[in-house]
């Protein structure tokens, strides 16, 4: 255990409880356990993986773990997991960028805080959230503290990019890869503990891609509690024929469509995506498109447009959530994704 040895035995059913609440997330699960158990985690973690499956969640978990007052820890419920649960523990620190990047002046600030002993905390926990976004300079000064790290601290270095994370950074890590999130899993969620009738719970699980959050969000747009879900599947299947031959004009007008609907662009793209490959797997097989209900505009389609133009399509959505995930600028990004996907 983080804080020894004498208590493994009464606290392991709860450990693995804890962490077995990651959604399909076995591995993960199971490697945070053990170093939690055996007392011998290392320093520095790093999380990699999609979008809404946990990783967040992991770290936090791992928190608690290393400062439950409670004899079954993680309890959740001391005051020590409460702080912590309600982001206002004093010696658990997350870091997310200021605008784009994560700054040296961020890091300095930690360095700082950190030549200074934990206020409360038994073992402090560094959170890095976005830890792609550390540019050259933050990341020398952090690789300098991650060389020495100081007493009772532990880092957690979070990312959706585990490839553009500095590999000096990332070579000083422990790394865990997270799994997206099962289609089946999340379509039993969505039936069983969400209402979604069955149909339309396996085609928000195929656009969710493995991201259980994005797939609530659907289901909450479907049931009514904002605009409804296949009214916006509407707008992006009619938006879809401005792509070919159409004008700049045109395409900048559709892209500022969806910008003022910015807290559902990520539906939108997820609607994109599966419409694309719905006209890929039509060629082949037009059983199987999640699209059912549209199939004779998806048939339309499948017979005019290549299975390249398609996949460059996709690829182009794609590159747009990768920098949307960065904080670039929603606007100039769609108006940079029509565009892009109007020319192949």
């Known amino acids: 255990m983080l804080h020894g040895h004498s208590r493994v035995a009464d606290i392991k059913d709860a450990i693995n409880i804890m962490f077995d609440d990651l959604i399909d997330q076995k591995l993960p699960a199971q490697i945070l356990s053990t170093l939690v158990r055996k007392g011998n985690a290392p320093h520095a973690l790093l999380f990699s993986g999609i979008e809404g499956v946990g990783k967040k969640k992991a770290a936090l978990t791992f928190a608690m773990a290393a400062n439950c007052e409670s004899n079954k820890e993680p309890c959740g419920v001391c005051r020590s997991c409460k702080k912590i649960k309600s982001a206002i523990h004093p010696d658990i620190i997350e870091i997310k960028p200021s605008g784009k990047v994560i700054k040296i002046a961020q890091i300095r600030e930690l360095i700082h805080v950190l030549s200074r002993k934990p206020y409360e905390a038994l073992k402090r926990v ?54 997206p999130v099962s289609k089946k899993t999340i379509i039993s969620h969505l039936v069983d503990k969400l209402g979604v009738p069955e149909e339309k719970a396996l085609i928000i699980a195929q656009m969710a891609d493995g991201n259980l959050p994005e797939a609530e969000r659907m289901a909450d747009l479907e049931s009514g509690n904002h605009t409804n879900w296949l009214s916006l599947r509407d707008i992006i299947i009619s938006g879809l024929d401005i792509l070919n031959g159409q004008s700049t004009g045109q395409l900048l007008s559709f892209a500022n469509r969806l910008f003022k609907k910015k807290d559902q662009v990520s539906t939108f793209l997820a609607i994109m995506k599966t419409c694309f490959r719905d006209i890929i797997i039509f060629k082949y097989a037009p059983e199987k498109i999640i699209f059912r209900d549209l199939s004779e505009k998806i048939a339309c389609m499948s017979k005019t447009l290549t299975i390249d133009s398609m996949l460059q399509r996709i690829e182009a959505i794609y590159m747009a959530e990768r920098a949307i995930q960065s904080n670039a600028n929603l606007r100039l990004t769609l108006e940079v994704l029509m565009i892009r996907m109007s020319r192949v």
């Open 126 to 179: 560094i959170i890095i959230h976005d830890a792609d976004a550390i540019n050259t300079e933050a990341g020398n000064a952090l690789l300098k503290v991650l060389e020495e790290p100081p007493d009772k601290t532990f880092f957690i270095l979070i990312t959706t990019q585990n490839g553009h994370v500095l590999p000096t950074i990332a070579s000083r890590c422990q790394q865990i890869k997270f799994n």
